[in-house]
């Protein structure tokens, strides 16, 4: 069994900065790509960053030079720090990662989400 554990979000005023954790653990062999999704009220969920198992990283537009994906490999974490946070950034953020387990089996995992607000 395979959990994942988000931790970090908050409320903060525009332009402040929060750091997103999430961690892996349970019968884990291999973890292969990391994500952070996000969900806003009323929207779909978007893919805000990922990142490869050699460090390669990939962001949407929206955060581009703002938010800096990241993982420690030796702790299963993955991190999102983000800074100069916008209003429009309020949303769930949501990790995923690709999981192999320990009888070979790959499948995606969901964190539970953690609240971001950005609010004056």
């Known amino acids: 069994q395979v959990q994942l554990v988000e931790s970090g979000g908050g409320l903060v005023q525009p332009g402040g900065s929060l750091r997103l954790s999430c961690a892996a653990s349970?019968?884990?062999?291999?973890?292969?790509?990391m994500r952070w999704y996000r969900q806003a009220p009323g929207k779909q969920r978007e893919l805000v960053a990922v990142?490869?198992?050699?460090?390669?990283?990939n962001y949407a537009d929206s955060v581009k030079g703002r938010f800096t994906i990241s993982r420690d490999n030796t702790r299963n974490t993955v991190y999102l720090q983000t800074n100069t946070l916008k209003p429009e950034d309020t949303a769930v953020y949501y990790c995923n990662a690709d999981i192999r387990d320990k009888v070979d089996i790959v499948a995606g995992y969901w964190g539970q989400g953690t609240q971001v607000t950005v609010s004056s």
């Open positions: 349970g019968s884990i062999r291999s973890i292969y790509a």
């Open positions: 990142i490869t198992t050699g460090g390669s990283t």
